[in-house]
Each structure stands twice: as structure tokens, then as C-alpha cells.
């Protein structure tokens, strides 16, 4: 194809509505979200079956994404995984594995880390970025979100810029919280994985912490310029994260804005969603 015309084409494309984002469905609704507890199959899963009941941490998710205009209704469930712990989106559910909210559990700090996170944040963090994750893959295909890169890239992203969204005290909470869940993985100065470990569907977890860190300390350096100063960020990524994060609000607020309803929208982001500080979850 000769130059003049593949720049013909381009504009084209450019200028096309093809490529302006794509436009809110007719018959799409707020409030759209729908909750299932399913009981879980092993005696073990009991207790973090009702602690997850009683906390009513599947109705603030249901509210929290009830801005999100839908064509059809979106499931939120918990359920039992035969052993693995786990969460995905397909088919109109987003799943989440009573082993995984075992493991986050079980993987919260004893007492306030030395960075502020607390047992409650540690939790509350890691289970919202992954439900929010989850979600992400949800919003682009019943929107039909173009992705342009690798679909658990763009998901995790999503999940990040949602919980940047919540204040700068909440954010700060649930980013940390997040950043929690990769603690294993910092922990150790170098990491070793077979080559096959980088052929995965989701980027490696240290990249993904990385990831994390940059688009918050991008948002509001403020409030996170402390990753960088304790040496969690490099400089050297650091130095770009700001064009990273408003490269991600732009695609949100072009593509998946259309679809939010802004009265529904406001008032979730001006909740308090967190438990007191200091908290810590129950044991059971």
C-alpha cells in the first residue's frame, strides 16, 4: 500500500465515529448488579461463608457498582472451588472462591505494618482490587470495551483507577491494602521462575506491583510520594507514572464514562466505605 494512502486510511479511521467511544445502549440501566452467597461445600468454608454474610461485603460491591449502566444484569457471587482459590468473570458472573478470601485472611498482618497498613486494610484491599479486577473483564465485554494490549493488563488497571477514585484517604488504603497481597514477592530481593512462568495470561506479580504503585503514585504524588522516597517505585518508572495514569483516566473517562451514572456515581465515591482505623477483622 503506497504511503499517501495508508495515511488516507489512518485519518480515516481517526476521524471515523467507529473510533469515538462507543455510545451508552438504549435499554442499559443502573443498579444492574445482582448477589448470590452460594453455600459453600466444606464444613471449612462455614465460617468465612457467614463472616462474608454478616459484613455484607457482596451488597457494598452491589452498590458500589450500581453506577455502571448494564445491557443485561451482572452476578456477584461467592462460591466454593473445590480446593483452589480463585476468581473470574464469565458469563455474566463474577466469582470469587471462599478459598481465596481464606487466603486473604490468612495473609493479613498480625498488627499495623510498619508502612500503615492495617489487618482490616490489608483485607478490605486486596479483596476489593480483585473484585474490582474481575469487574473490569466484566464492563469490557457487556460494554464491548475495546481493549488495545493484554486483556488482565487493562482489567487490573481498570481495578486501579476505580479504587484511586475514593479520596485520598481511602485510596491510600486500598492501594496499600492492594499492594499487600505482593508482599512475598518484595519480600525477596530477587525472584527466581522458570521461563514458562512469563508465557502466563497475567503479567508476572512483580510486575503487577509495579504496575499498582506507579498509576497511584501517577494520580497524586501527594499522597503517595512516599513509594518512591522508601524505595517501593523506582525513580526511573516513577518519572513516567504521571503520563501512565492520565493515559488510563483518559481511556476510562472516553470509553466506560459514557456508561456511568453520574448522580449514582457521585454518591458512592462520597461514601465511606472503610472500616474505622485500627480496625481488624474478627477471627472465626
Request: aromatic share 10%; glycine share 6%.
Amino acid at each position: 500500500m503506497r504511503l499517501t494512502r495508508a495515511l488516507a486510511l489512518a485519518a480515516m479511521l481517526v476521524t471515523s465515529p467507529i473510533a469515538a467511544a462507543l455510545p451508552a445502549t438504549a435499554d442499559a440501566q443502573p443498579n444492574r448488579i445482582r448477589i448470590e452467597y452460594v453455600a459453600p461445600k466444606s464444613p471449612e468454608h462455614q465460617a468465612i461463608f457467614e463472616m462474608a454474610k454478616e459484613r455484607r461485603v457482596l451488597e457494598k460491591l452491589q452498590e458500589m457498582y450500581g453506577a455502571f449502566k448494564l445491557p443485561v444484569d451482572l452476578v456477584l457471587r461467592t462460591v466454593s472451588c473445590d480446593g483452589v482459590s480463585n476468581a473470574w468473570y464469565a458469563q455474566g458472573r463474577v466469582s470469587v472462591c471462599y478459598e481465596y478470601l481464606e487466603d486473604v485472611k490468612n495473609m493479613m498482618p498480625s498488627e499495623t505494618t510498619a508502612h500503615g497498613i492495617t489487618p482490616a486494610d490489608a483485607v478490605a484491599g486486596q479483596f476489593f482490587y480483585v473484585m474490582s479486577h474481575e469487574m473490569g473483564h466484566a464492563i469490557f465485554d457487556l460494554l464491548s470495551i475495546p481493549v488495545f494490549g493484554r486483556g488482565e493488563d487493562a482489567a487490573d488497571q481498570f481495578a486501579t483507577y476505580i479504587m484511586l477514585q475514593f479520596g485520598k484517604d481511602q485510596a491510600r488504603r486500598l492501594i496499600l491494602g492492594a499492594a499487600h497481597s505482593y508482599k512475598n514477592f518484595i519480600d525477596r530481593p530477587k525472584v527466581t521462575a522458570p521461563l514458562k512462568a512469563f508465557s502466563d495470561t497475567h503479567s508476572p506479580p512483580p510486575v503487577r506491583f509495579f504496575n499498582l504503585l506507579c498509576l497511584a503514585y501517577g494520580a497524586d504524588r501527594n499522597v503517595f510520594g512516599d513509594l518512591v522516597t522508601e524505595g517501593f517505585l523506582p525513580e526511573q518508572r516513577a518519572s513516567a507514572c504521571r503520563r501512565e495514569y492520565r493515559e488510563v483516566a483518559y481511556a476510562f473517562k472516553t470509553l466506560i464514562g459514557p456508561h456511568l451514572d453520574k448522580q449514582i456515581a457521585q454518591r458512592v465515591l462520597q461514601t465511606n466505605w472503610l472500616p474505622d482505623e485500627g480496625a481488624r477483622p474478627a477471627q472465626q
